[in-house]
Nanobody, 120 residues
Framework: VQLQASGGGLVQPGGSLRLSCAAS????????MGWYRQSSGQQRELVAT???????NYADPVKGRFTVSRDNAKNTVYLQMNSLKPEDTAVYYC???????????????WGQGTLVTVSS
């Protein structure tokens, strides 16, 4: 199983970016997908999650600015980031809680990370 994230880059404060993360490989079912981020010298922190049924959860610093969504048919999760601030600068990691088989345990898989830099 691999998670491939894309969409990071340099953006000015107040701008927008959209991250994507596609899961591929031998996947039976994906339950929760989401995003974490890690700034320089900081611990990895939750950004947003979304269940297979579409229930979402957001960290307080991004509420009202970020929107997480997913396409179950494509095993892909998205993060639309609006009104970006310099403090949003971080490496963003996607993750998925999934089974690779009907009787397999639910495991967590991580993407490789994509850098988002918010700066003028």
């Amino acid at each position: 199983v691999q998670l491939q994230a894309s969409g990071g880059g340099l953006v000015q404060p107040g701008g927008s970016l959209r991250l994507s993360c596609a899961a591929s490989g031998s996947i039976w079912s994906i339950y929760v997908m989401g995003w974490y981020r890690q700034s320089s010298g900081q611990q990895r922190e939750l950004v947003a999650t979304i269940t297979r049924g579409g229930r979402t959860n957001y960290a307080d610093p991004v509420k009202g600015r970020f929107t997480v969504s997913r396409d179950n048919a494509k095993n892909t999760v998205y993060l639309q980031m609006n009104s970006l601030k310099p403090e949003d600068t971080a490496v963003y990691y996607c993750y998925a809680e999934l089974r690779v088989g009907l009787y397999s345990p639910v495991d967590v898989y991580w993407g490789q990370g994509t850098l988002v830099t918010v700066s003028s």
